[in-house]
């Protein structure tokens, strides 16, 4: 404790200090920006394809003399090739004998030597400006090359647009976790950049990155030299690599992996061993803070950019101030963090404001994109938007179909509804799976599913993003919020070449991307703040029914405003349809109610009489608070009036998770558990009568559908039988009040011949309306419209 408080009255001085710290760069940037904008922009040069006959390999080297004799004999012979290739040396001023023994052992390579040591950035800039070929690979001196890998790099610059190609990165010991791996990734949290590399073993082709590594990629070289090259603002080291590809990605050029490259790194071989760990620590914390001064040039956030929470607010330069300081603060009271800046970072990086100053203003003026934009194209999903070849009208449409829950077997109505649906689209499109599951066992269900589709990924369900005290975001939404199931639906819309994405649920819509010509389409299976604000009323305690309260909030706000990013937003019904068209009248018309509520008729055998007399049946899934709801009252309130008039009447209670025997009433034999059920069809032809007594939830219940199509007569609440029956004995019975819900059961026990007419109605109704064959042939008909008029007006 006196240590800590020790520290903190040390760090006084800055803390006193830190208005200014932040405060003046915050102004000098505004200023910068200002001018600039009076300056006007200045036009871009025109982009040219380099030539990949040959290339020129340049080497950093301060005295690793040792690993120049490990590891440049690799490189000397992968070059020996072609005799355009070329090997530079940069000499750095070492003192250890590097240049004579380069020139002694390797009379081939080309030795550049320079006076003073001009750091990797320094070094590198001059190798570029010396070498001959158009393209030019930067190698670490700590890495070793396979023989054949230079071709597949050179290969990797299809168009005028690609910037630089990265290599696959290996290390020596292959024990080792391999942190570096050359895909990389980057998004903006809490007011700064975060990266990471990927190791994606589904990645066998060229594929987006954010950057190339420095000592293992090669360049498009008037790319590098027009964008200024290495930065010297980020001086001795690390992150000008990542400012570089920032800026080709800014510039509306394109950052490859190449998987196909291998080579091996012997991890911060040179940095690691000349440098102590808080010097680094120092460098690259001042760094990051710089990367934000130079290159973000929105002060505003905007929405839907790769961050921490999937379709969180973006990067702007108002956020990272305010974070940098707050981090700063933190850091001086509870000790430092990797994650966050500190003081000293902000001192050191304050005393390069100037220059902070010149490398934005250039910054600006070579940029063509935003900082959103820049930062979505290196996924997947945008890169194929973005840049990909596509038809205008496909012949077949490809669909990328993400699911929260498992599919198979369908133990909950969400997953009939997607269960069938995929169904028929694994023959009308090619229809590609991710599907998140609770345990690895419940992947083998969906095994003849997979095998119809292009492709399949089951996900371990995650645990999800950690909610934050007093979050405007609803809890489902955090509870989804994963950086990997982004990563995933990108790699998935690249790779199979997807045409449309179908999220389910609302708690999948953080998923949804500004794409251009790809469709994208989320299903409501509930209005969310309607079945929150539905459960409001059955609380008890102030405590719950704020917290409730609150939810609802949080997601009518959320869902409202989630609706503009999608192409169309299907739900279940045209009540559901109207329903939220009260709240957001011109988001009406995104809205589909025709599209993915139904089921497959003719999977469900009609089944009239015999049936087993006074026999009841209650069906769902109890994971669903409105299912536990509804038997709780249908037990308590309904089944004693009904046995008081019919005592052999008996209840069957099916469906996964049931409630334990004893929180039930004593009833005797009259109530019956089941427990889940395999096949439902069997239940339906015996029992009399299929109870609905639902309060509270949102959407189509599928376990009506269900009933109607196989026959048996249907008592249900109003809000059961929404958005399918709205006139008592029409084709169901329908009440809401226990006495009268009792009633229409005992009514059909005593008339069963007019119970089997309204069955039959209901039968009919399926058929003409609720057909899953007839609504997916629809479905694809709506996916299909409205990519031909997003490719149209692209």
């Not at 290969?155 to 010991?173: H, K, N």
């Not at 570089?244 to 080579?263: C, D, E, F, N, T």
């Not at 405590?543 to 503009?564: K, N, P, T, V, W």
């Amino acid at each position: 404790m006196a240590s800590r408080l020790w520290g903190v009255l040390r760090l006084l001085p800055l803390l006193i200090l830190s208005p200014l710290l932040i405060g003046i760069p915050a102004v000098a940037l505004a200023i910068t920006d200002l001018l600039w904008f009076l300056a006007g922009k200045r036009r871009p040069k025109q982009d040219v394809q380099p030539r990949t006959h040959s290339a020129s390999v340049v080497i950093p080297n301060w005295n690793g003399r040792d690993l120049l004799e490990k590891y440049l004999p690799s490189v000397v012979e992968a070059l020996s090739d072609h005799p355009g290739n070329e090997v530079i040396v940069v000499e750095n001023g070492s003192t250890d004998g590097s240049a004579e023994f380069v020139r002694q052992h390797f009379p081939s390579v080309r030795l550049l030597e320079m006076k003073t040591n001009l750091g990797f950035g320094g070094g590198s800039n001059a190798g570029f400006r010396a070498a001959k070929n158009d393209i030019v690979v930067l190698l670490n001196s700590d890495m070793r090359v396979e023989r054949d890998f230079l071709r597949p790099l050179l290969d990797g610059f299809t168009d005028e647009l690609v910037f630089a190609v990265s290599c696959q990165i290996f290390f020596s010991d292959p024990e080792k976790k391999r942190e570096e791996t050359g895909l990389t990734q980057c998004w903006w949290e809490a007011g700064g950049l975060r990266a990471r590399h990927r190791l994606d073993d589904q990645v066998t082709s060229l594929f987006p990155c954010f950057y190339g590594g420095g000592g293992s990629c090669a360049f498009d070289r008037l790319k590098f030299l027009e964008l200024g090259g290495f930065d010297e603002l980020l001086r001795p080291f690390y992150l000008e690599d990542t400012d570089l590809g920032y800026g080709a990605w800014k510039r509306g050029w394109k950052v490859l992996y190449q998987p196909k490259s291998h080579v091996y790194h012997e991890h911060r071989g040179t940095i690691g061993k000349k440098f102590s760990r808080a010097y680094i620590d120092a460098v690259v914390k001042k760094n990051f803070i710089l990367f934000a001064w130079k290159n973000i040039h929105s002060w505003r956030s905007l929405r839907g950019t790769p961050s921490a929470v999937p379709g969180a607010k973006g990067p702007s330069l108002r956020s990272h101030f305010f974070y940098s300081w707050a981090g700063a603060l933190v850091s001086g009271i509870f000790g430092d963090s990797p994650e966050r800046p500190n003081f000293y970072a902000l001192w050191k990086a304050f005393w390069q404001t100037g220059g902070a100053m010149r490398a934005r203003w250039r910054a600006r003026s070579l940029a063509v994109i935003d900082d959103a934009e820049a930062f979505r194209r290196p996924l997947g999903g945008y890169f194929r938007d973005r840049f990909a070849p596509m038809d205008a009208k496909p012949a077949k449409l490809n669909v990328l179909f993400v699911s929260p829950y498992l599919i198979l077997p369908p133990i909950h109505g969400g997953a009939v509804f997607m269960s069938q649906t995929c169904h028929h689209l694994a023959r009308l499109t090619e229809l590609n799976l991710v599907t998140l599951l609770d345990s690895p066992h419940e992947e083998e269900p969906h095994a003849e599913l997979a095998a119809r589709c292009g492709s399949a990924v089951f996900m371990l369900r995650m645990e999800g993003h950690q909610k934050a005290f007093g979050s405007i975001l609803p809890h489902a939404i955090h509870e989804y919020a994963s950086a990997d199931l982004e990563w995933i639906i990108h790699r998935q819309l690249l790779l199979r070449r997807i045409d449309i994405l179908q999220l389910e649920y609302l708690q999948l819509g953080q998923y949804a991307c500004d794409l251009k010509r790809i469709g994208v389409f989320l299903f409501e299976h509930d209005i969310y703040f309607q079945s929150v604000g539905r459960q409001f009323r059955f609380m008890t305690g102030i405590s719950r029914r704020i917290s409730a309260a609150y939810e609802y909030l949080r997601g009518l706000r959320y869902e409202l405003m989630l609706l503009g990013s999608f192409d169309r937003v299907q739900v279940c019904s045209t009540d559901n349809e109207e329903f939220v068209k009260g709240f957001l009248p011109d988001g009406g018309a995104r809205l589909d109610a025709h599209y993915r509520a139904g089921i497959d008729v003719a999977r469900y055998e009609y089944h009239s009489r015999p049936r087993t007399p006074f026999t009841m049946l209650f069906l769902g899934s109890f994971r669903h608070a409105p299912n536990v709801e509804a038997l709780e009252w249908l037990v308590h309130h309904v089944m004693p009036l009904v046995l008081r008039r019919q005592p052999d009447a008996r209840l069957t209670v099916i469906g996964s998770d049931p409630p334990p025997r004893h929180s039930l009433p004593e009833m005797g034999d009259a109530i019956e558990l089941r427990g889940y059920v395999e096949d439902i069809h069997q239940p339906m032809r015996q029992a009399s009568v299929f109870l609905c007594p639902i309060r509270s939830g949102s959407g189509v219940r599928v376990k009506l559908l269900e009933s109607f199509a196989s026959g048996i007569p249907v008592v249900s609440t109003r809000l059961g039988a929404e958005g399918i029956a709205r006139d008592d004995g029409e084709i169901c019975r329908l009440a809401d009040d226990p006495a009268e819900f009792a009633e229409r059961i005992l009514a059909i026990f005593q008339d069963p011949a007019a119970a089997e007419a309204m069955a039959a109605r209901a039968r009919s109704k399926m058929e003409e309306h609720w057909d899953m064959a007839k609504r997916t042939q629809a479905l694809v008909e709506s996916y299909r419209a409205t990519v031909e008029t997003k490719r149209r007006t692209a």
